[in-house]
Nanobody, 124 residues
Framework: QVQLVESGGGLVQAGDSLRLSCAAS????????MGWFRQAPGKEREFVAT????????YYADSVKGRFTISRDNAKNTVYLQMNSLKPEDTAVYYC?????????????????WGQGTQVTVSS
């Protein structure tokens, strides 16, 4: 069982930055691929970014590529999402998720454990 707790969301203006954190329980964090997803009101939950267990492999949705950076600190059991140049369309609840193994995944159904989400609101 893995428990994930996101933090760092908030209300910002367009062009600002935020860093989300996701703290994971358990001693095998380094065995998990981690992902960030988001869900805007009335929309499906969508993929944002993923990072493999070593941190050497990452992948991003086209909509955030060049603006968002995913990283992890296995010693702290934490994955981060640095979000720069935020836009109003980035407004959503952001969720982190974990998947046992070292292969990155973009499909929501591949992930086994999910956090409760953190709200990010970007005003224009």
């Amino acid at each position: 069982q893995v428990q994930l707790v996101e933090s760092g969301g908030g209300l910002v203006q367009a062009g600002d930055s935020l860093r989300l954190s996701c703290a994971a329980s358990g001693r095998t964090f380094s065995s998990y691929t981690m992902g960030w997803f988001r869900q805007a009101p009335g929309k499906e939950r969508e993929f944002v970014a993923t990072i493999n267990w070593t941190g050497r492999s990452t992948y991003y949705a086209d909509s955030v590529k060049g603006r968002f950076t995913i990283s992890r600190d296995n010693a702290k059991n934490t994955v981060y999402l640095q979000m720069n140049s935020l836009k109003p369309e980035d407004t959503a609840v952001y969720y982190c998720a974990s998947k046992f193994g070292g292969i990155i995944h973009v499909a929501r159904v591949e992930y086994d454990y999910w956090g409760q989400g953190t709200q990010v609101t970007v005003s224009s």
